[in-house]
């Protein structure tokens, strides 16, 4: 079965453009989760879906982003307008269930450098 | 506050050896606590999760413990392998009432070395 599949893997844009990354879960999963990581912080939870539905959306940096989940097979994290503090690894997890001894399952992320 | 700390930051070890990585936390309430191995340039996979009534769970060479009265886990790599060299992530999940709460360690960064 195919994992969690992230797109782009990599994205070099100038600051104040518009980056959308995108992220389809494992078919059949209900549960879906953007995160950040960088060295300083680490893995930081930004927004989780349960069944499509934005549930806790508290990690969200700042208004400037912004996700979606219009049907079960796909989301999307927009950042705009980007800035060079957004530089990091945004990975998409799904799972079976928010709070239960399900694992969540990750994409291999999309590194974005931020100009 | 709700915390998960990692140690040590950092670990070397020779291949073969055994080596165990600590996470402590405070967290409340308590759901559950995973590890997951992380290399580089990929995401994290699951290695284990521990509810509040398990103190032991194993998966091939790693295995975790979970003392949930003082609040602690360790993750025991026995025989360990190049392919361990890896990061190590502890999370906490708490059960609030706004949802789930997932609190992660900063990791553990672990090299094998023959």
């Known amino acids: 079965d195919a994992g969690v599949i992230q797109s782009p893997r990599h994205e070099v844009t100038e600051m104040g453009q518009e980056v959308t990354l995108r992220c389809k879960p494992i078919s059949g999963h209900n549960s879906l989760f953007w995160y950040r990581q960088t060295m300083m912080r680490g893995l930081e939870l930004l927004i989780y879906?349960?069944?499509?539905?934005?549930?806790?959306d508290s990690g969200m940096p700042e208004d400037r982003f912004s996700a979606k989940m219009p049907n079960a097979s796909f989301s999307t994290l927009k950042i705009q307008p980007s800035e060079p503090r957004d530089s990091a690894v945004y990975f998409c997890?799904?799972?079976?269930?928010?709070?239960?001894?399900?694992?969540?399952?990750f994409g291999d992320g999309t590194r974005l450098s931020i100009l | 506050k709700n915390q998960v700390e990692q140690s040590p930051q950092s670990l070397i070890i020779l291949e073969g050896k055994n080596c165990t990585l600590q996470c402590n936390y405070t967290v409340s309430p308590f759901s559950n606590l995973r590890w997951y191995k992380q290399d580089t340039g990929r995401g994290p996979v699951s290695l284990t999760i521990?509810?509040?009534?398990?103190n032991t769970k194993s998966n091939g060479r790693y295995t975790a413990t979970l003392d949930a009265d003082t609040k602690q886990s360790s993750l025991h790599i026995t025989a360990s392998q190049l392919s361990d060299s890896a990061s190590y992530i502890c999370v906490v999940s708490a059960a609030t009432q706004a949802g789930t709460a997932l609190i992660f360690g900063k990791g553990t960064t672990l090299s094998v070395s023959s």
């Open positions: 521990m509810t509040f009534s398990e």
């Open positions: 997890a799904s799972s079976n269930a928010v709070g239960s001894n399900q694992p969540q399952h």
């Open positions: 879906f349960n069944n499509n539905v934005p549930i806790d």
